[in-house]
């Protein structure tokens, strides 16, 4: 089992930034890759970011290209988003998640079913 735990949401004008972080404890030696995602409200989970938790390789959704950064530190096992030049309709709970397992092929990074562990997410608005 791996635990994830989200922190550093909250309130934040628009062009501004915030950094969440997803600290992963239990078996996080079995992680293939994290990844962010985030819900708006009454809206479907979307895919963010991902990052493989060995090789360092990236991806990104769309929307966020070029605005947000994902990294990772291994020693500490916490995963990071950093979120510049952020718009209202960047507003959601985002989400950290985890998987254990090799996962190769279109949707492997983006696919909320792709990943196996989720954190209990955390708040993030925009007010424009």
């Known amino acids: 089992q791996v635990q994830l735990v989200e922190s550093g949401g909250g309130l934040v004008q628009a062009g501004g930034s915030l950094r969440l972080s997803c600290a992963a404890s239990g078996r996080t030696f079995s992680t293939y890759a994290m990844g962010w995602f985030r819900q708006p409200p009454g809206k479907e989970r979307e895919f963010v970011a991902t990052i493989s938790w060995s090789g360092g390789s990236t991806d990104y959704g769309d929307s966020v290209k070029g605005r947000f950064t994902i990294s990772r530190d291994n020693t500490k096992d916490t995963v990071y988003l950093q979120m510049n030049s952020l718009k209202p309709e960047d507003t959601a709970v985002y989400y950290c998640?985890?998987?254990?397992?090799?996962?190769?092929?279109?949707?492997?990074?983006?696919?909320?079913?792709?990943?196996?562990?989720w954190g209990q997410g955390t708040q993030v608005t925009v007010s424009s």
């Open positions: 998640a985890s998987r254990s397992y090799y996962c190769s092929g279109d949707g492997c990074g983006s696919r909320p079913y792709r990943y196996n562990y």
